[in-house]
Nanobody
Framework: QVQLAESGGGLVQPGGSLRLSCAAS????????MAWYRQAPGKQRELVAR???????NYADSVKGRFTISRDNAKNTVYLQMNSLKPEDTAVYYC?????????????WGQGTQVTVSS
């Protein structure tokens, strides 16, 4: 079974950093359109960062200059480096990607990882 699994969330003080990871497991041939979303309590899920080409990404205005999306194709893993964290970054973070499996292309979500920014 193909799935995405996030890790790296936790509790961090304002101004701190975290790096989230999202690894694809199961039998798949390719992965593209990798992205990170987040959902804060009582709010809709929002896009945080996404690849728009092999070497270009765009970011939500609220995280520009603080967050960086990256990937390791050999490990089928996408990362989100989060610096200068603020309390308003508190949310469940989800990765999303298109995966090519024997059944064809499909869009997949991870289960989410909690990020809490608090002193």
């Amino acid at each position: 079974q193909v799935q995405l699994a996030e890790s790296g969330g936790g509790l961090v003080q304002p101004g701190g950093s975290l790096r989230l990871s999202c690894a694809a497991s199961g039998s798949r041939f390719s992965m593209n359109a990798m992205a990170w979303y987040r959902q804060a309590p009582g709010k809709q899920r929002e896009l945080v960062a996404r690849y728009i080409s092999d070497d270009s990404a765009n970011y939500a205005d609220s995280v520009k200059g603080r967050f960086t999306i990256s990937r390791d194709n050999a490990k089928n893993t996408v990362y989100l480096q989060m610096n200068s964290l603020k309390p308003e970054d508190t949310a469940v973070y989800y990765c999303n990607a298109n995966l090519l499996t024997v059944a064809g292309w499909g869009n997949y979500w991870g289960q989410g990882t909690q990020v809490t920014v608090s002193s």
